[in-house]
């Protein structure tokens, strides 16, 4: 008996086995996948991820439906590098498969509803519903479940289907359907009757009368006359024309092309074509590196021929960029593959064009914004290592394409937060597990940061990593002056319009007055994020969670920014009626606003959530800033991330206080690395840059180290106090998140669990703890968190810590409690 281990995409902890053939035994792969049935009628597709002959005890092993894939789709090395994370992350392996493939190649089963030919139906004991199913079904020989929904107009239809199950009217029967088509071109060419020169007399006579025809055919030679390309033997041939060039290039119709197809002078043809395919010419220009990237750069190989990581940690605008290029041409010429993770695709937008310009089209591109079609093409270049995909570069989730040869691994901005996913599973680290990936390919890591993490510092502090610094901007550029405004004394003064001080006002008039560009940074979208009656002080909150709702004015609705709950903006208080109602703090749809009044005639653009939505979002606000369309961009965090403009001389970050009064651990570490990569945006040209900081209190040791560009002082600082009070780097943290419905439940049973985590750990176990907001769609919260030392075995604590979440889960009573692990909690 031959059996496969599967991997099914369900949030499951472990594999299933089903049972073979011999001959597929001897054909069926690792990482090939497999149509499987599971539970009563479902069916699934399982990754394979092992062969072997030992039959389950506890169940008997189903036979597997059809093997989908010719030959593997996943490599070894990517699964052994997804069981680490399914074990370090404690999360189910079935969570990092649904969360690592395209969903394009995760094939859905759909129900089909046939009806039974060799039964004869009494049709009067049908019901209504019943017998528009069936007579839908003498028309058609099967429907899926939407047309049954459809026909009958309701939603629930399932009862009706089942009464006609037990009638033996109908069966169930489950399709499995590829989501993937590779997308097709129409092409067009002449009919081979007419390539002579007697032909085209001829076609020339078809014509005559028909003008719009002949206007199209004539525009067909003038394209097919200008551009050429060379056939396999060498020899120059005409360029394949496609149906939408000929159209657009004639100002013609698709009917007119269909027309002249029908009369057999044009002949359509289909070509595949890749979905992202680069258009655009690579420089040959040679990159030239000033004196102190050639030293980093030197300085980076020789780390690397001792320690498997290192930091680049240079300061903004010191030109790591072409730090890194240099590198990857040296990787390129060995043949091997490289990997580029960035924290956010508003930065892949700006870094591709500036890669594609070096290295054409080996560039590949992955991120969440790209399509199921675009994501699955890119999967497929990288497995086949195709030209086009010798460079990836893409977010936190371009670290599950399967790689064979992997060479090079760049982490840019490595201590960016959004390379922590936090919902769903598996809540994996970017950055940690990208240097695992490389350890299993034999791989090096460069992470490169102006403001690293405190856990990187302080690994190459301790001679984990390699460090390599630059001090000094490109070009000699000086440093931003930093300008601290004190709100306190600005408001005491009368010196504010709105929440601008009269020093950031005349600033942001001077540089556009001289045509350059502003940017502004407030970390929080929307209009306001309160509502209050001032008559009796109501605000109001979301239904289903702890928060009061954020006010969007253009859109005049008030919004969780949690649940999506949303409501027209009250004219009135909801609960004394009253109509005085006014708006307490600021989002940057107020800045925008107020600038508009501020500055009438200055165009401004918004850079958020809200603005960013479709997939071209972030290129469209990004190019138009860059080609000085917008002269001030106010943003949130995403415009903190290693963009580049040119033309930017004045940055100003209208409330510095908000980030340090986070109720984190790490709000310092933060704050300091937000405002000095905001800051960075500022100058990067020949011009002095200049940042104004408002804030209420200009002494905060923090915001002092910014503006003394101070990392060294914050990093000792935030050190000492880590260490009192057990925090990374010298602690690791698991949070343990509980969620349920009901109050008293979820209270006793996160008391129940602390108590068993405290009496069988040796570690400090915190909680359970209502979080600052402590319900979200409708579910309390409460958080456990437990710290591990350092020198503590974390796997023997870990497989300690599953062990008690098992028992837990085994009290009839606590059962319905959802528990999530967050290990490495960012």
Not at 103 to 132: A, P
Not at 305 to 326: A, N, P, R
Not at 673 to 690: F, L, S
């Amino acid at each position: 008996m031959f059996f496969v281990e599967v991997v099914l995409p369900l949030s499951l902890a472990k594999t299933f086995t089903y049972r073979i053939s011999e001959s597929e035994f001897h054909f069926i792969k690792k990482g090939m996948r497999v149509a499987v049935p599971f539970g009563k009628n479902k069916i699934y597709t399982g990754l394979v991820i092992d062969i072997h002959q030992n039959e389950p005890g506890l169940y008997e092993a189903k036979e597997i439906h059809q093997i989908l894939d010719e030959k593997p789709i996943a490599t070894e090395v990517q699964i052994k590098h997804w069981l680490w994370v399914a074990n370090y992350y404690m999360c189910g392996i079935g969570d990092v498969y649904r969360g690592a493939f395209p969903s394009g190649l995760l094939l859905e089963s759909e129900t089909i509803i046939s009806h039974k030919t060799d039964v004869s139906v009494n049709q009067n004991e049908l019901s209504d519903d019943e017998f528009l199913v069936y007579e839908a079904l003498q028309h058609q020989s099967s429907l899926k479940v939407q047309d049954i929904i459809s026909i009958l107009n309701k939603k629930n239809i399932f009862p009706v289907l089942q009464k006609m199950i037990a009638k033996d009217v109908i069966v169930l029967e489950e399709e499995i359907k590829e989501s993937y088509k590779p997308k097709l071109v129409r092409y067009v060419r002449l009919h081979s009757k007419y390539e002579s020169n007697n032909g085209l007399s001829e076609l020339l006579e078809v014509l005559k009368n028909a003008a719009k025809q002949k206007e199209i055919v004539m525009t067909y030679f003038q394209i097919t006359a200008s551009e050429k390309t060379r056939d396999e033997n060498g020899q120059s041939a005409p360029k394949p024309v496609t149906v939408k060039k000929l159209v657009e290039a004639s100002n013609s119709t698709s009917a007119v092309v269909k027309a002249l197809i029908d009369k057999e002078i044009f002949e359509e043809y289909l070509l595949q074509q890749d979905r992202v395919s680069f258009s655009g010419q690579a420089t040959d220009k040679q990159l030239i590196l000033s004196e102190a990237q050639d030293a980093a750069f030197s300085a980076i190989k020789n780390s690397f021929l001792e320690k498997e990581v290192c930091l680049l940690h240079g300061v903004t605008s010191s030109g790591k960029t072409e730090i890194y290029i240099k590198l990857i041409e040296e990787y390129l010429v060995t043949g091997r593959q490289v990997l580029y993770l960035l924290p956010e695709i508003a930065l892949t937008t700006q870094l591709v064009t500036r890669l594609r310009l070096h290295f054409g089209d080996k560039v590949a591109v992955f991120h969440s914004k790209y399509s199921n079609n675009e994501r699955v093409e890119v999967w497929k270049q990288t497995l086949e290592r195709a030209e086009k995909a010798q460079i990836v570069i893409g977010a936190r989730s371009a670290l599950f394409l399967p790689f064979s040869d992997l060479g090079l691994l760049i982490v840019d901005e490595e201590h960016e937060q959004t390379f922590k996913q936090t919902d769903p599973a598996p809540r994996y680290h970017a950055r940690d597990a990208a240097i695992v990936l490389a350890n299993f390919h034999n791989a090096k890591v460069l992470l490169g940061s102006a403001t690293p993490s405190i856990e990187t510092y302080f690994n190459t502090q301790a001679d984990k990593y390699g460090l390599v610094t630059i001090t000094e901007r490109y070009n000699n550029v000086r440093m931003p002056e930093i300008v601290l405004v004190d709100l306190k004394d600005k408001h005491f003064r009368k010196r504010m319009t709105g929440h601008f001080s009269d020093l950031l006002i005349e600033e942001i008039a001077e540089a556009v007055a001289l045509g350059e560009q502003v940017i502004l940074f407030q970390n929080r979208r929307g209009y306001s994020p309160v509502i209050e009656c001032i008559t009796c002080g109501h605000v109001p909150h979301c239904q289903q969670c702890d928060v009061s709702l954020t006010f969007h004015k253009h859109k005049n609705q008030l919004r969780c920014h949690y649940c999506g709950y949303s409501i027209a903006k009250p004219t009135h208080c909801h609960k004394c009626s009253s109509i005085d109602l006014t708006t307490k703090g600021f989002g940057t749809e107020q800045i925008e606003q107020e600038l508009a009044s501020l500055f009438p005639n200055v165009k401004t653009g918004r850079m958020d959530q809200d603005t960013t939505r479709g997939k071209f979002g972030f290129e469209k606000i990004i190019d138009s800033f860059k080609n000085r369309e917008i002269d001030i961009l106010v943003g949130t965090q995403m415009l903190a991330k290693g963009l580049d403009f040119d033309n930017v001389s004045l940055v100003g970050i209208m409330n510095a206080d908000n980030m340090l009064h986070h109720p984190d651990f790490r709000a310092f570490e933060r704050s300091f690395q937000m405002m000095t990569q905001v800051a960075g945006r500022a100058g990067r040209a020949e011009k002095q840059g200049k940042v104004v900081i408002q804030t209420y209190n200009p002494n905060h040791n923090t915001i002092q180290q910014v503006t003394m560009n101070n990392y060294i002082g914050m990093y000792k600082e935030q050190l000492y106090d880590r260490q009192i009070y057990k925090y990374p780097p010298y602690f690791r943290i698991i949070k343990l998140t509980l969620k349920h419905r009901e109050f008293e439940k979820l209270k006793e049973g996160s008391m129940w669990l602390y108590q068993v985590l405290s009496q069988n750990l040796n570690v400090p176990v915190l909680g359970p703890e209502e979080p600052a907001i402590s319900r979200i769609r409708n579910e309390y919260i409460r958080t456990i968190l437990i710290k591990i030392p350092n020198n503590l075995p974390l796997g023997a604590t870990k497989k300690t810590i599953q062990k008690m979440l098992n028992s837990f889960e085994a009290v009839a009573q606590y059962r319905a409690i959802k528990v999530v692990a967050n290990v490495d909690f960012y």
